[in-house]
């Protein structure tokens, strides 16, 4: 009836943005950091140039002082000038340890920056020296920094997602009671006006006191159906109820109007005394009557519905088992039977199942879970209820 794969759509969409626009940003950097690395190696050649002229080429009444600022403006490149045999004879932006050898440091960093790059060599007074030099972290920080852009972005996306879809259940929990409610109101004034009128034909000698009966009890129906949506519209109230006895009247009216194929069993379990639970009757009544019409529906015409009533372990819970021998649900199906608008009926709203787990969870704090299936075997749904 409803589109069934919008909203499951619309989640992949959302998230395949959230991974486009991450991976742009990683590919984006990678490329800006590649360009910087470049720079960088760039820059080390010319100081080394610079190194070597200064102390080769220029004469003595050269002003080198533009030259060696060069060199002593960089404040974020590492580098270590060493000898011939690799002896650190000078650095820059390498910041040494407060206490311990300030030499083996050095080795280690040198043995590091090899890893990295090789060393540019130059040449003062006829001997070889090296500049050994690593990348800045500037560049370090930027290879990290798109994948902390793409946790955020999918963090960011994650809590719009929440934020939106608290809003929209808000929103139909909103419809859904108010739908209910007004339903009820409506509902009220012409189901007293029938009752008055049934009063008034009971007293009347010449009408016929058999249709009476039968307008009677349709009228209770409406009444009764009007306080299934009169309850669901207003907070829940909870009784102690017999569960055994209430499932069993709904059972003996389901019965009278379903064909005679099929049969509908109803075993409590009394090992433990009676089956005793907080209940709203009407909204529980109309869980039992949901259960048992998609089992009918999921036969062809014939087939069993086995109800078990009874305590689970330590008495906790109320477990109402409804086992019947209909065409069964695909495994990987279990959990969207529940959600608003799947159906595979003709003619079905894909609504009775969400309101019975509504009734069941919001209403009583219970469970409702397919607990078995087998495709043209039978499903058994499964109704947990706390006992107090
Ligand atoms: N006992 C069952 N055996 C097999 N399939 C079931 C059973 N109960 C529910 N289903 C599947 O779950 C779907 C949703 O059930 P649900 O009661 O929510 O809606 P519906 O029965 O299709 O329509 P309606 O709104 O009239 O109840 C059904 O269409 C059916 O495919
Ligand atoms: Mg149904």
Excluded at 56 to 75: G, S, Y
Excluded at 183 to 202: M, R, V
Excluded at 231 to 251: D, F, H, T
Excluded at 257 to 283: C, M, W, Y
Aim: aromatic share 10%; charged share 20%.
């Amino acid at each position: 009836m409803i589109n069934l794969y919008g909203k499951s759509r619309a989640n992949w969409i959302v998230i395949a943005l959230a991974i486009v626009i991450g991976l742009s940003s990683i590919v984006y950097t990678n490329a800006l950091v590649n360009q910087l690395l470049v720079q960088e190696d760039q820059q080390t050649a010319i100081f080394a140039d610079i190194q070597e002229y200064v102390a080769n080429v220029a004469n003595p009444d050269e002003n080198i002082n533009a030259l060696t600022d060069i060199i002593n403006k960089n404040d974020y490149l590492p580098l270590i000038l060493t000898d011939e045999q690799n002896r650190p004879q000078a650095w820059r932006n390498v910041r040494l340890p407060a206490r311990g050898d300030t030499l083996a440091f050095l080795r280690k960093r040198i043995a590091r920056m090899r890893a990295e790059h090789q060393p540019i060599e130059f040449e003062v007074a006829g001997t070889r020296n090296l500049i050994y030099y690593e990348h800045s972290t500037l560049v370090s920080q930027l290879r990290v920094y798109p994948y902390i852009q793409l946790g955020v972005t999918i963090l960011f996306f994650f809590f719009v997602y929440v934020l939106f879809s608290a809003s929209r259940k808000a929103e139909q929990n909103k419809v859904w009671v108010g739908l209910a409610k007004e339903t009820a109101h409506q509902l009220g004034t012409p189901i007293s006006s029938l009752l008055a009128w049934l009063e008034y034909f009971k007293l009347d000698e010449n009408f016929d006191q058999s249709i009476v009966g039968e307008l009677e009890k349709d009228v209770k129906r409406l009444e009764m159906i009007t306080a299934r949506f009169s309850s669901i519209g207003s907070p829940p109230v909870l009784k102690p109820e017999n569960l055994g006895e209430i499932v069993a009247s709904v059972v003996e009216y389901l019965e009278k109007r379903l064909s005679t194929k099929v049969k509908i069993s109803v075993n409590i379990n009394h090992d433990f005394g009676e089956i005793i639970a907080p209940l709203n009757q009407p909204l529980f009544e109309w869980v039992v009557e949901n259960l048992c019409k998609n089992a009918v529906d999921a036969m062809s015409g014939a087939g069993r519905i086995d109800i078990g009533v009874g305590y689970t372990k330590e008495a906790r819970f109320v477990q109402i088992d409804f086992k019947d021998t209909g065409k069964g649900i695909p495994s990987g199906m279990f959990k969207r039977v529940f959600q608003p608008g799947f159906t595979t009926k003709k003619r079905g709203w894909g609504l009775g199942l969400t309101l019975v787990k509504r009734i069941v969870e919001n209403y009583h704090q219970g469970k409702i879970f397919v607990a078995e299936s087998r495709v043209d075997v039978g499903t058994t749904f499964r109704v947990l209820l706390p006992t107090e």
